[in-house]
């Protein structure tokens, strides 16, 4: 997965609590990306990060924080997690802006 | 707004068969598209992609055809395998510049390939 990790890989939490997800990159890239998968959505984009301290929403962002204090590393927060963003959840990075290179992903399930 | 239509949702093919999957965007700014192939429990794995300056680009078994005037490309598995049975997603971006190369994706395409 392209010197990729995510932390954790699965999590069950409760509504209503915070909580974390960590994508990890070896590669040195510039760019990093959070994406939420779906059935029937596809993958949609949450927060993406151009360089360190700069990140902007995506397409599906309500809900959702983001922080990037070092190239390798990119933190999605769900500040008061919902129902609905029980969901898969995938990083990927890329050097360019153009190819993108995929997690294995974190599967959450908020009960 | 959906800006990436793919189709067919569902696709079964048989050993040795060609697979074709199908998708129009709306932007047409869009400049990068790829395809990805995604495992179950797997995350997406970059297949093939093509910028609009070329009409055809073949990888192996995989060609990606680009119309630009139809805003439509699709992808085409020759000699389709078990092994290819998997989801296949489409997606566009603007790459690099101040788009940052924020992908938008299809639905996706499960696809069967019986023995």
């Known amino acids: 997965d392209a010197g990729i990790t995510q932390s954790p890989r699965h999590k069950v939490t409760e509504t209503g609590t915070p909580v974390t997800l960590r994508c990890h990159q070896t590669?040195?890239?510039?760019?990093m990306y959070w994406y939420r998968q779906d059935p029937g959505h596809g993958l949609r984009l949450i927060h993406y990060s151009y360089g360190v301290k700069d990140t902007d929403k995506g397409e599906v962002s309500d809900g959702y924080s983001v922080s990037r204090s070092k190239t390798e590393d990119f933190l999605l927060t769900l500040e008061s997690a919902t129902s609905s963003q029980t969901s898969v959840y995938f990083c990927?990075?890329?050097?360019?802006?153009?190819?993108?290179?995929f997690g294995p992903g974190t599967r959450l399930t908020v009960t | 707004q959906q800006q990436v239509k793919q189709s067919p949702q569902s696709l079964i093919v048989q050993k040795g068969g060609i697979s074709i999957i199908n998708c129009a965007y709306e932007?047409?700014?869009?400049?990068?598209f790829p395809w990805y192939q995604q495992f179950p429990g797997k995350g997406p794995a970059l297949l093939i992609a093509?910028?609009?300056?070329?009409s055809e680009k073949k990888e192996g078994r995989f060609t990606i055809s680009f119309n630009k005037s139809a805003k439509q490309f699709s992808l085409h598995i020759m000699d389709s395998q078990p092994g290819d049975s998997a989801t296949y997603f489409c997606a566009a971006s603007i790459a690099g510049g101040t788009s940052y190369g924020k992908l938008t994706f299809g639905q996706g395409t499960i696809l069967t390939v019986h023995p």
């Open positions: 093509i910028r609009p300056d070329v």
């Open positions: 990927a990075i890329s050097d360019y802006g153009d190819e993108q290179y």
């Open positions: 932007n047409t700014a869009f400049d990068y």
């Open positions: 590669e040195n890239h510039r760019y």
